[in-house]
């Protein structure tokens, strides 16, 4: 069974708004709770690169500041990237991290 569940992925505009989950069905709740954790994306031809990542605090690339929010919900276990005003260039599989943990990856395409 999958450590780690991602959702929500999919086809979307230019300019709309998408967003990703990934749950860490597995995981208790503690860990869960000081895991750092983060999404990378890597487009095709191009290495994996970090989006945004959440622990203590928040850091954002600078190619999705201001347009992507990462949060988490303990309860829930669950990881989000609330991805809006999406461009072309964010076409990518998304990978959720939670460490030591990855997901399987979620596609997501942007038509201009």
């Known amino acids: 069974q999958k450590q780690l569940v991602e959702s929500g992925g999919g086809s979307v505009r230019a300019g709309g708004s998408l967003t990703l989950s990934c749950r860490a069905q597995?995981?208790?709740?503690?860990?869960?709770?000081?895991?750092?954790m983060g999404w990378y994306r890597q487009a095709p031809g191009k290495e994996r690169e970090l989006v945004a990542s959440i622990s203590e605090g928040t850091t954002y690339a600078d190619f999705v500041k201001g347009r992507f929010t990462i949060s988490r919900d303990n309860g829930r276990r669950t990881v989000y990237l609330q991805m809006n005003s999406v461009e072309p260039e964010d076409t990518a599989t998304y990978y959720c991290?939670?460490?030591?943990?990855w997901g399987q990856g979620i596609l997501v395409t942007v038509s201009s």
């Open positions: 991290n939670v460490q030591p943990y």
């Open positions: 597995r995981m208790i709740l503690s860990t869960f709770r000081g895991a750092s």
